[in-house]
Structure formats: structure tokens, C-alpha cells
């Protein structure tokens, strides 16, 4: 990847972390940033890492840049611009944290439901403001929403503008955690080795049948487990587990037999 002039990147072994960085422009999502955003699924897509996706100044992403897209045609919406990179990102293997402080809304918003796993803070604002502008949530929100928050909630924010602040988020589960702003990153990137420290093989798998349209279960579930069945990291573990739980019980009885 050529330097990032939207973005920073952090490359750890055990995740990426990518913050929307256009602070004059409240990390608004134009297409240099989704040039670049594309960049990084490519690289996870070619060696498979958790991905932690924050903003910068106090601000998650305010949205699709309105300058941008005031100019774009019928041939860029259907073209997908955002809806495509949003697709890919959610598909990346591994699971995909947002870290979102501050405004989510529109583009940005749609960028938060793609990920698998979201935090917030106190400040967090969900919103979806696109019909005031003359378009529509096309990006993900027409369907991912209402699978997050319900078909009640999600008709009220897309049709009547409602925003969801962080604690209305946090108790429909579009939030997992509410931390303090100077907390956030330190709890996502928990979350990113609390997922890492799990079998790469076994994870991928999981967010695979997750994913996966509900005529396809149980086969999907059974093909992923018939490969690890086989996978010696499988063994591996639970021989530690087996291994760990005999010692535990020689220490809980004096190590006699």
C-alpha cells in the first residue's frame, strides 16, 4: 500500500488499525479514501488480521463527502461506490471492529454497521440523514440496520430521522461497550487480541457460517467443522485444555491420584 493520505495505519502482528484521518472535513468519506480503504482489504485480504476502524478528532465519519457527492450521476450509483467497499469489508475474513466516537452518520454510519463488533463512547451519535438531502441510505443501511436494531428503530431512523445516541446504542446492542473517549482504542484493541488469541482457522469459519443465508445451515456448519476436525491447531488446543484441567484437579486434591 502507497502512503495513505486519508488514513493512518497501524500494522500490528495481531491487528490493523486504521483511522479516518480528513479532520477538516469531519473524516467526511470521499473517494481517495475509499481508494485507500480498498487497499487495506486487499492486504487483509491476503494475509487475514483483525481490523480496528476509528476516527480521528473526536469524529468517527460525518458521512459521504457532500462536494463529491452532489456531482455524482446515476452511472456512479449504481456503480456502488460506497456499498461495494462497505460489502468487502464486512467480507473481510476476520472480524472487523469500529471503534466510533463522536458522529456516525450517512456513509459513516453505514461504515460502523459493516463491521462485526462495534464500541462507543458517551458522545457516540448514530444517524442516517440521507432522504434530507434527496437520497438514500444505499450503502447498507436499508438492510443491515434493521437486521442491528430492528425493523421499528430502523424505519424511524431511516424514514423520520431519528438518531441514536450512545446509550439508546448500547441497549439495542448496535454497541457492545460504552468506554470514555480516552478509553476507546485501548478497549478495541483489546477486543482485537481478545479475538486473536482464539484459533485463526476456527474464527474465520465462524464469521463465515454467520454470514451465511439460512438455507445453507446446517451443511455450511458442518463442512467448516469437518476442516477442523482435521486441523491440527484443534488438537493442539484442546490437548492444552485437557492437559491444563488434569493439573487443576492434582492441584485441587493434593496431587494425589
Known amino acids: 500500500m502507497t502512503h495513505a493520505q486519508t488514513l493512518r495505519v497501524e500494522r ?10 480528513r479532520p477538516g472535513a469531519r473524516n467526511a468519506i470521499d473517494q481517495r479514501m475509499v481508494d485507500e480503504l480498498h487497499d487495506v482489504c486487499g492486504e487483509l485480504e491476503r494475509g487475514p ?9 473526536g469524529v468517527f ?29 464486512a467480507a473481510l475474513p476476520m472480524p472487523v471492529i469500529a471503534a466510533v466516537d463522536g458522529w456516525a452518520l450517512g456513509g459513516g454510519a453505514e461504515l460502523a454497521y459493516a463491521a462485526d463488533l462495534r464500541i462507543g463512547t458517551p458522545r457516540t451519535v448514530f444517524g442516517n440523514p440521507e432522504t434530507s438531502l434527496g437520497i438514500i441510505a ?6 443491515r440496520l434493521r437486521e442491528l436494531v430492528g425493523e421499528s428503530v430502523a424505519k424511524q431512523m431511516l424514514l423520520a ?31 482485537a487480541h481478545r479475538i486473536a488469541s482464539m484459533d485463526a482457522a476456527a474464527t474465520i469459519a465462524t464469521k463465515a457460517v454467520l454470514a451465511a443465508a439460512r438455507d445453507e445451515h446446517p451443511d455450511i456448519d458442518l ?4 476442516a477442523l476436525f482435521e486441523s491440527p491447531e484443534k488438537h493442539r488446543r484442546m490437548t492444552e ?3 491444563r484441567r488434569t493439573r487443576s484437579q492434582q492441584a485441587g486434591t493434593g496431587g494425589t491420584t
Open 12 to 21: 500490528a502482528e495481531q491487528c490493523v488499525v486504521v483511522t479516518l484521518d
Open 49 to 57: 488480521r483483525v481490523l480496528v476502524i476509528a476516527g480521528s478528532d
Open 61 to 89: 465519519a460525518s458521512g459521504a463527502d457532500i462536494r463529491e457527492l452532489r456531482d455524482r450521476t446515476a452511472s456512479d450509483a449504481l456503480a456502488g461506490i460506497n456499498t461495494r467497499l462497505f460489502m468487502r469489508i
Open 138 to 143: 444505499a450503502a447498507g443501511a436499508s438492510w
Open 161 to 191: 430521522g431519528r438518531r441514536l445516541d450512545a446509550q439508546e446504542s448500547l441497549a439495542l446492542g448496535l454497541l457492545g461497550e460504552v468506554v470514555d473517549p480516552s478509553e476507546l482504542m485501548a478497549a478495541a484493541r483489546r477486543l
Open 223 to 226: 463442512r467448516h467443522q469437518a
Open 241 to 243: 485444555f485437557l492437559e
